[in-house]
C-alpha cells in the first residue's frame, strides 16, 4: 500500500473517464429519448478536494452530453473533453497545452477505449467491475463501483500521497479542535 500511496503522491492531474467512472455506466433513456446519468456525490467531494490542493481535473469520454458539462463545472472539473474514442491522442493533446507530463497524472478508465491512456500515465486506476483487461494493466483497483464512490477512494490516495489527507479530513471533523485542546493545557 505505501508503493501505491507514494505513486499517488506523484499526481499532478487525475483524467477520468464518465461511463463506468464517474457513472454506473448505464445510459437511461426518458420517454421523450432524454438521456440521464446518476453521478455520486461522494465523488464530487473528493474532486473538489484535489482542487483546493492544486491538483487539477480532466474527463476524456467517448461520449458526447449536456449532463456531463454540468457535471463537471459543478464540480470544478478543470479541462472537458467529450466524443473522443481516441483517448491516449485526447490526452496527449491535454499535456501538449500543460506543463505536466503523462507520468505526472492518474489515469482512471474502466473499458478497452482507455488502455492505452492508462498505460502512458504514472497511476492507472479502475474499478473492479471493469473490463479484465483493464483491471489487469491498472495499479489499483478501487473497492466501490463507477458511480458509487470509486473515484473518491481515488481522490483520498492522492491527498494522502501528497501528504494533505488530515488536512482534509480535519475540514469535517471536530477532531481538529481535539488537538488544539491538548496544545492549551
Known amino acids: 500500500m505505501q508503493d501505491l500511496i507514494k505513486k499517488a503522491g506523484q499526481v499532478q492531474l487525475l483524467v477520468l473517464d464518465v461511463d463506468g467512472i464517474l457513472s454506473n455506466g448505464q445510459i437511461i433513456y426518458d420517454a421523450n429519448g432524454i ?11 473528493g474532486i473538489k478536494s484535489l482542487a483546493r490542493y492544486g491538483i487539477s481535473t480532466a474527463i476524456i469520454t467517448g461520449r458526447s452530453s449536456p449532463m ?4 463537471a463545472a459543478e464540480m470544478g472539473i478543470d479541462y472537458v473533453i467529450q466524443g473522443r474514442d481516441d483517448k491516449l491522442i485526447a490526452l496527449n493533446e491535454l499535456l501538449s497545452t500543460l506543463t505536466i507530463t503523462a507520468a505526472d497524472c492518474a489515469y482512471m478508465g474502466d473499458d478497452l477505449p482507455d488502455i492505452k491512456a492508462m498505460q502512458t500515465v504514472g ?18 483497483v478501487t473497492t466501490r463501483a463507477g458511480g458509487y464512490g470509486a473515484v473518491r477512494e481515488v481522490c483520498d490516495l492522492i491527498l494522502k500521497g501528497h501528504g494533505h489527507y488530515k488536512d482534509f479530513i480535519a475540514h469535517y471533523t471536530l477532531d481538529s479542535l481535539d488537538d488544539n485542546q491538548d496544545d492549551l493545557s
Open 35 to 45: 438521456e440521464t446519468k446518476a453521478f455520486s456525490v461522494q465523488d464530487g467531494v
Open 123 to 140: 497511476f492507472a486506476a479502475t474499478v473492479p467491475n471493469a473490463h479484465s483487461e483493464v483491471i489487469n494493466r491498472s495499479d489499483m
Open 68 to 71: 456531463v458539462n454540468k457535471r
